[in-house]
Nanobody
Framework: QVHLVESGGGLVQAGGSLRLSCAVS????????MGWYRQAPGKQRELVAT???????NYQGSVKGRFTISRDSAKNTVYLQMNSLKPEDTAVYYC???????????????WGQGTQVTVSS
């Protein structure tokens, strides 16, 4: 009953910007960490950025200073502002959220379908 939907991907030239959004819907008691991951062709899925419920952020080294993750708790939405994009940023970007849908118990990880980001030279 938890659904994550990404938006904002597309094609952009090197040096350009994109803003990704991910809205979480369904039966939600609370959300702990939210984050963005990406997977380029032939490579492992890797962390891009995460943000916990207190606002603490974590970035992969190659995007630090260029990307900014943020969240709107009232809307159950996480964002990724991507500036100074490089061709090596090309990948499918996946949204992730740790969601608890009951009053007590563990959080479970949920993933979006992914959105393609392509950066041309």
């Amino acid at each position: 009953q938890v659904h994550l939907v990404e938006s904002g991907g597309g094609l952009v030239q090197a040096g350009g910007s994109l803003r990704l959004s991910c809205a979480v819907s369904g039966t939600i008691r609370s959300i702990n960490a939210m984050g963005w991951y990406r997977q380029a062709p032939g490579k492992q899925r890797e962390l891009v950025a995460t943000i916990n419920s207190g606002g603490t952020t974590n970035y992969q080294g190659s995007v630090k200073g260029r990307f900014t993750i943020s969240r709107d708790s009232a809307k159950n939405t996480v964002y990724l502002q991507m500036n100074s994009l490089k061709p090596e940023d090309t990948a499918v970007y996946y949204c992730n959220a740790e969601v608890r849908n009951r009053l007590w118990g563990p959080y479970s990880n949920y993933w979006g379908q992914g959105t393609q980001v392509t950066v041309s030279s």
